[in-house]
């Protein structure tokens, strides 16, 4: 009796010992809208992997890519009310919030990814941290969104006469509507969850997204023509809820920002390989390429040169002025 009884003692305990191994578990929910298959939702994979092995498994997340949590505002939403612990997003969607942003939305501001990069990672990304985190959020890293391009079914875009009048769907970014409005276009704010519908019932003529994107929604399915214009650069934020992250113990925040640095430079060379692939599958699958000239890509430059002057009253003078010489440095 009495070696039973020391038994059921020593399993009980030992259960108990599981249990509060279980219960230090820290188990984040972070949410996006990019399908499955996007590089950042992969690479956002990659961080739960990397997280929970560098945690010792003390560190755990649940990820709801594709939608799973509601489209874009609502997951910026949720994470600053904490009812998720982060989100990873095209940066255009946090505007609303924080318009700071904007002054990386000007258009045709970066030539190429390196440019842009160049320009994330130093000053121009600490300033911006600063404006996020004054309105409750943490900016953990920036991945690639990257260069968007113009499609859609009524006519090819080759010049700038082509814009006029199209119904273009864009992120609710005011620099990004401004923009398109100055090429003389009709451009409609509208969360990406809603676009596919509207293409196909002829809400919107087009829409403008890297190439990826249009290749992981299948907007190729409802569209015709693409053309190469390169209008903007866009980078993909991953935030998190302030309150919580400064919340974790010190040794988990570092985690936390090491597995990210993984994550992000993971998906930068993912995403670049993925927009050469991308082009070349959606022209596979039907969409009209037409390359637009340098004399069409200089004229698109005047037409929006004056944008900059309206993200200043927005964003700051003194920021966009600091991101434009940023991005002019070699």
């Known amino acids: 009796m009495k070696t039973l009884r020391t038994a059921l003692v020593a399993c009980a305990v030992a259960i108990g ?4 191994a279980q219960a230090q ?4 929910r972070i949410a996006g809208n990019f399908a499955p298959t996007h590089s950042s939702s992969k690479a956002m994979e990659l961080f739960k992997s ?3 092995r560098l945690a010792g498994g003390s560190l755990d997340v649940d990820l709801f890519p594709g939608m799973q949590l509601g489209g874009a505002k609502e997951n910026v939403d949720a994470v600053r009310a904490g009812t998720i612990f982060g989100t990873w997003v095209g940066s255009a969607f946090m505007s609303r919030l924080v318009p700071e942003v904007e002054a990386v939305s000007l258009p045709f501001l970066f030539e190429n990814r390196e440019s842009a990069f160049r320009v994330m990672d130093g000053p121009v990304g600490e300033l911006l941290e600063q404006k996020l985190g004054a309105k409750g959020f943490t900016a ?6 990257g260069s968007r391009q113009t499609t859609n079914y009524k006519r090819p875009i080759k010049t700038l006469e082509d814009f006029k009048g199209l119904k273009i769907r864009m992120q609710p970014n005011e620099t990004h509507l401004a923009t398109f409005r100055a090429l003389g276009a009709n451009p409609i704010a509208m969360d990406v ?15 403008e997204n890297p190439h990826p994107i249009i290749q992981t929604n299948r907007f190729f399915e409802v569209q015709k023509y693409i053309s190469n214009t390169n209008h903007f650069f866009d980078f993909i934020v991953l935030v998190a809820n302030k309150r919580q992250f400064e919340a974790l113990k010190p040794e988990h925040k570092e985690v936390v920002k090491r597995t990210v ?7 930068r060379k993912m995403a ?12 596979a699958k039907g969409l009209q390429f037409d390359a637009i000239s340098p004399e069409t890509a200089t004229e698109l430059r005047k037409a929006t040169a004056s944008i900059a002057n309206e993200v200043r009253k927005r964003a700051g003078a003194e ?3 600091r991101v434009l010489a940023e991005a002019r440095k070699q």
């Open 261 to 267: 640095k993984v994550a992000v430079d993971a998906q």
């Open 140 to 145: 953990l890293g920036w991945m690639e969104l």
């Open 50 to 52: 990397e997280l929970k």
């Open 193 to 207: 969850k809603e676009l596919y519908s509207a293409l196909q019932q002829g809400v919107v003529d087009g829409q």
């Open 272 to 283: 670049a390989e993925e927009d050469r692939a991308a082009i070349e599958d959606l022209k």
């Open 319 to 321: 920021l966009v002025d």
């Open 25 to 28: 578990v820290q188990n984040f």
């Open 17 to 20: 010992l599981s249990g509060a």
